[in-house]
């Protein structure tokens, strides 16, 4: 797989990784940039992100062989109908959305008769940092890459993004939108959302200054996430809501469980709840429940 | 402040790091160990941990100067039974238990006359590993002790201990130990809760093996602390419960928000949440919330 002219649509963690393990892989030619930002496509060209900065999506694609989507998925839809125009036969488009029922929804609304040409995939390698700055190339490697694939799409373009991810080091994986959103929204949106909802919880307390000053390694790791960029969260919970709603009520069911537990005060119960959950999570350190 | 003898009672990794930071400090003589483990004991022994070893505390503590209790805090009440016959007067007893309403209960059953000797403590320097092979004299350095002293203390020998704390490289603080179990209820004993409950409610699921192949670092991240040793757990946990099930009960309340907003579709105010968790988040981690 070659692509001579890519575009890059949204130079930020995700899609300046995305150009940057592009050009180390040597698997494209020209990296055109779109985004919102003027000063953070000015430090993408600086650090070599990309070879040149286009102000309008649709001009970027229009001789694209590939064209990445890395914006906040919320702007899909508006992005894909720009581009959609100039979008060349033969062209891939895929992106980097943490969701993809509504990026498949979006994308049929925008795309319409070239929705075959659009693959939709998600890099599991978030990073509370962001913007072009924070972009490696080597952001994706050892990481797993879903390709949630569409009846529509052309066998020959998955296999290409197969090759294009292998190379970058990824673990690629395939699974339908619907799966994709149910597996993320319990391993993924749901931590988020109580990593969020413990530090608003604290942060709201008339002695979150002195809660705050006694909080230690543990906390800083439990909340790390609740530093992830706000407006992305704020669309994947959106978007995954019904998934996410129905996660949120299996955890509260598992915590009324272990309060019921504190009520009795029954010891027992709780040591076994905990050692099995340190099990579990050491059987998924040690790999045992990988797929494949 | 120098002590010619010392009993470490529990020479686990707070234990046996307490210990090495004493030795490295160079502020005592002759270090014995009392444990139940006897392999990690001749672990201790070898590492230099612990210049001897006896099984019965009371023995240990006999002609100590300093006894430092760092078993599960359950048996604390009969560790302390046992050394209050042999204990010297001007001897300090002083604790690393993560719980200290409990533990000052514990103390005045066990010590009686002899409870103004006991002046509690709590090293915040938890990890998920445990044992004398995890022990490092280094542990302490620049994390929180937080002395909770009784009213029948000694000042001299809680300045003893601040001195002894000092050297070790922490940032002492003092509070009652109401007002500590408030305080670590709701930052610490809240997040170990929620992270057992996060990963015994996906390991409990029909499709758990699929879903833990899918959770990437963020969920390693905020499971950390489920890795956490159970039976300490079981015993804070139990200790604290009034308090952490008054915490358990802001962060559902906390939680119950974020739902409505999802029910609603409400994404402004979703992203205000969770911007002013990041926010907060991001002041704590500037050390703008730091006392003194």
């Not at 609740?226 to 955890?251: G, T, V």
């Amino acid at each position: 797989v070659f692509f001579p002219k890519v575009a890059v649509v949204g130079v930020g963690l995700i899609g300046g990784s995305f150009a940057l393990a592009l050009k180390q892989a040597k698997l494209c030619g020209h990296v055109v940039g779109v985004g919102r930002g003027a000063a953070n496509l000015m430090l993408a060209m600086e650090r070599g992100v990309i070879d040149a900065v286009e102000p309008d999506a649709g001009r970027a694609a229009a001789d694209a062989d590939l064209v990445y989507v890395a914006t906040p998925v919320s702007h899909f839809e508006s992005v894909l109908l720009s581009i959609k125009p100039a979008l060349k036969a033969g062209a891939i488009v895929t992106d980097g959305g943490s969701t993809k029922r509504d990026v498949v929804a979006a994308a049929r609304a925008a795309l319409g008769a070239k929705i075959h040409q659009f693959v939709p995939a998600h890099p599991i390698a978030g990073a509370e940092k962001s913007g072009a700055g924070a972009a490696s190339a080597g952001l994706f490697r050892g990481k797993r890459l879903v390709l949630a694939p569409i009846a529509e799409n052309d066998e020959k373009d998955v296999q290409a993004l197969v090759a294009l991810w292998t190379a970058f080091g990824a673990r690629v994986s395939r699974m339908t939108p619907e799966e994709h959103d149910s597996v993320f929204g319990a391993v993924s949106h749901l931590p988020h959302v109580l990593a969020y909802a413990l530090v608003s919880d604290i942060a709201g307390r008339p002695d979150a200054a002195r809660l705050f000053g006694y909080a230690g390694a543990g906390f800083r790791d439990f909340t790390r996430i609740a530093s992830s960029h706000p407006e992305m969260w704020r669309d994947i919970c959106i978007a995954n809501r019904d998934r996410l709603l129905q996660d949120i009520e299996k955890f509260t069911d598992e915590l009324a469980k272990i309060e019921k537990m504190l009520q009795a005060g029954d010891a027992a119960a709780l040591e076994a709840l905990f050692s099995r959950a340190r099990s579990a999570r050491e059987r998924w350190l040690n790999g045992e429940y990988e797929e494949k």
